[in-house]
């Protein structure tokens, strides 16, 4: 059974900063791929940031890339999420998920393939 909590979410300036932890079970975190996700009112789920537990190979939405740093805390199982110069336009749902790895050494990119949903941590930036 997989089990992910997010915490860390609140209401933050622009150009501000929050981290957001994802707790995992010890299962859960021995996942090759893990990932933050966002859903804004009205849109599709995004994907934001993945990070692949044994190559330490990391991916950035475009639209974060330069703000926001993904990582782990593996005597944790926790991830992170790193966001600094927050934009009105971050604000949303964030969720953390696991995932399959492709070529051994990156993440899949594409929201369904993710699983494990924890119940979102909300983020809003006015």
């Known amino acids: 059974h997989v089990q992910l909590v997010e915490s860390g979410g609140g209401l933050v300036q622009p150009g501000g900063s929050l981290r957001l932890s994802c707790a995992a079970s010890?299962?859960?975190?021995?996942?090759?791929?893990m990932g933050w996700f966002r859903q804004a009112p009205g849109k599709e789920r995004e994907i934001v940031a993945t990070s692949h537990r044994r190559s330490g190979g990391t991916y950035y939405a475009g639209s974060v890339k330069g703000r926001f740093t993904i990582s782990r805390d593996n005597a944790k199982n926790t991830l992170y999420l790193q966001m600094n110069s927050l934009k009105p336009e971050d604000t949303a749902m964030y969720y953390c998920a696991t995932g399959p790895s492709r070529y051994g050494s990156s993440c899949v990119e594409s929201p369904p393939l993710y699983s494990g949903w924890g119940q979102g941590t909300q983020v809003t930036v006015s």
């Open positions: 010890e299962d859960t975190y021995r996942d090759y791929c």
